[in-house]
Structures are given as C-alpha cells and as structure tokens.
C-alpha cells in the first residue's frame, strides 16, 4: 500500500491515476473539507489529515510500504511566508518523521526545480545537494530549499528516500488553476490583451507522475533528480495555443521595466478578481531568470522521458475545453 500526499493537486491526482492503473492499492491523505472532485471517482482511500499534524501522519502512514510526499504550498505571491514555512518546511519535517516511525520503505519528496541555487545564463541547471533558502529568490523557492534539507537530514537518520525536483508543470487532470492554466484560460476566453515576454521550462503532469513513480522503483536512496521537459518562450506558448484554438494570439508585448514597476499592482488585482494571479513581481523575475534545466540524469537512472511542449499544451486545451470551464479559481 501506498500513501499519497497532496492527492487531490494537479501532480498529486495524476499521480493517484499513474498508479491506480499500475495495480498499486493507495491512500490518499487529504485536508478535511478539502474538495476531493479530482479523485473522488476514483478507487483510492480517503484518509483525512494534516501534515502540520503529526499525530494524523502516524496514523495515515500505518502499513504504508512507500509514501510520495507532494503536500505543499504553490505560490508566486507575496505575504505568505508563514504559510509557506508552516506547510512546506515544517509539514516535510513531520511526514519525514512519520516515516522514520512507521518504518516507511521509501519516502519520495516532490520538491522543486525553484530548491536550486540559480546558475548564469547559458548554464543548465543540475543536480546538488547544496541547498541554501538563502541564495534563491522567493519565498516559495526558499521553502522547497528548506524542505529539501529536511528530506536529506532524515536520510542521515537512515531513512530511505529519493527527491525530484518538476520544472514548471502543464497538462490535464488540472481541477485547481495553476498559473500557468490561468493563463490557457484566459487565452481560451479571449481575455490575455498582451503578454511580458520571457521563457520557462516547461514539462507534462504525465511524465511528472511518471517519473516520481521511477524515482521510487529505480532511484538511489539519497540521490534527487531533476523532472524537467522543454524550455519554451512566452511567445512560443502563445503560437501553440494560436495553432490549437485558432484564436489569435495576442501581439501586444509588456516592456519588462514596465512589468516589473506594475507587479505588485498587478498582484493586488489579480487579489481582487480572486484568481491565481499570471503576473507578480516574483513570476515576472522567473520569466527572465535562467530556466535551463538538464533531466540528462532521471532519464540516464530512471529511464524518464518527456513528450513535446506542444503535445502537452495540445492536451490542456483538449482539458480545460472538456471541462467547459468548470474549474474553482483559488482565493489566492
């Protein structure tokens, strides 16, 4: 039996999918009164917890022979620190602890490509198992470096666990508005007027899924591995959603000074509306940032593989247009 955190997200529902259909019986640990929708047909235990709870982990964790660790905070806005730290810091401290109790096989820690240290431009982004919260920018990236550096504490502890390490993540099974499904959205409904220019890489929820389920079956105990996919330029993104919905794209480019003065503006508005913002002045510094990433390693040691950006953004639209919209925007 497994234990699935986080079930009900975009990685953590594909995931729970991956697996059902590899024969695998799991356990799904969720929030109470969270929104169950995107499992809630399928044949997975609902346990109800909390990973700021330890007491719930234990008992969720009971006869789990692995357990896949995705629970946390996505956010590029600000004001959530607090949060952040609560949920993925020290939420990642307890479910390594609950582990080391239940005698757990293996942890595997869904974590970020945000955990590294940025290298200059030009230069990929690797494996390390150097994490300083210090040295990324963001409070989100400096969770997932913290929270890394508890996993990698527990492993000293002799506990078995691998890390991954997802780019920007895109595809189906996507119920809760990421950002980057903000803006297929907005795309698709004829609200995107203009776009800041800018590049990030991008890789499928499926080979995600995927991957995380080779880290497990196939990585080194203590090794982490980086699950990236194609790094494609705002204008690219665009171009493919032209070519998929036959709407135009817009052509209208937000100088970047300009972006950057108004993100916080836009962070407030974005507030207002009560959707996942697209522009802040956090995601508008990843934009320009080096997002060149290598999954030369997971593909070499797991046998990883990711499809074409353009299949995947192919793919969402086929989604979020099966869904005719129906999708719950955060209050955040």
């Not at 946390?72 to 020290?90: D, E, M, P, Y």
């Not at 890394?148 to 506990?159: C, D, Y």
Request: glycine content about 8%.
């Amino acid at each position: 039996m497994v234990v699935v955190t986080g079930a009900t997200g975009h990685i953590g529902n594909a995931l729970v999918r991956q697996l059902i259909a590899e024969g695998q019986k799991v356990r799904a640990l969720v929030m109470l009164f969270e929104d169950i929708g995107p499992i809630k047909s399928l044949d997975v235990e609902i346990r109800y917890g909390d990973v700021r709870d330890m007491n719930s982990l234990v008992e969720a964790f009971k006869g789990a022979e692995y357990v896949y660790h995705l629970a946390g905070i996505v956010s590029i806005s600000t004001g959530k620190r607090r949060l952040l730290q609560a949920v993925n810091v020290i939420g990642t401290k307890n479910v390594v602890e609950a582990c080391i109790r239940q005698h757990v096989r293996r942890l595997v820690y869904v974590s970020s490509i945000h955990a590294f240290e940025e290298p200059p431009h030009g230069t990929p982004i690797v494996e390390t198992k150097e994490f300083d919260p210090s040295r990324v920018s963001g409070q989100y990236a400096k969770s997932k470096a913290a929270a890394t550096l508890q996993v990698l504490h527990g492993i000293e502890k002799g506990l078995d666990a691998v890390i991954v390490h997802p780019t920007g993540v895109i595809g189906p099974y996507e119920y809760k508005l990421s950002n980057i499904g903000q803006l297929v959205v907005d795309y698709m409904n004829g609200r995107l007027l203009a776009y800041i220019n800018g590049a990030y890489d991008f890789v499928d929820v499926r080979d995600v899924a995927q991957g995380i389920i080779q880290a497990c079956k196939k990585g080194r105990k203590g090794e982490n591995y980086i699950l990236s996919g194609e790094q494609i330029s705002v204008r690219g993104i665009l171009d493919a959603l032209e070519s998929e919905t036959g709407i135009k794209a817009p052509r209208s480019r937000i100088p970047l000074w300009f972006a950057k003065m108004t993100g916080p503006f836009s962070e407030l508005y974005y507030k207002i509306k009560k959707q996942q913002p697209l522009y802040t002045s956090y995601s508008i510094r990843t934009l320009s940032s080096n997002s060149l990433a290598s999954h030369e390693k997971a593909s070499r040691e797991l046998g990883f593989f990711a499809r074409s950006i353009r299949e995947s953004i192919k793919d969402t639209v086929k989604w979020f247009n099966d869904l005719k919209f129906n999708i719950k925007a955060p209050n955040s």
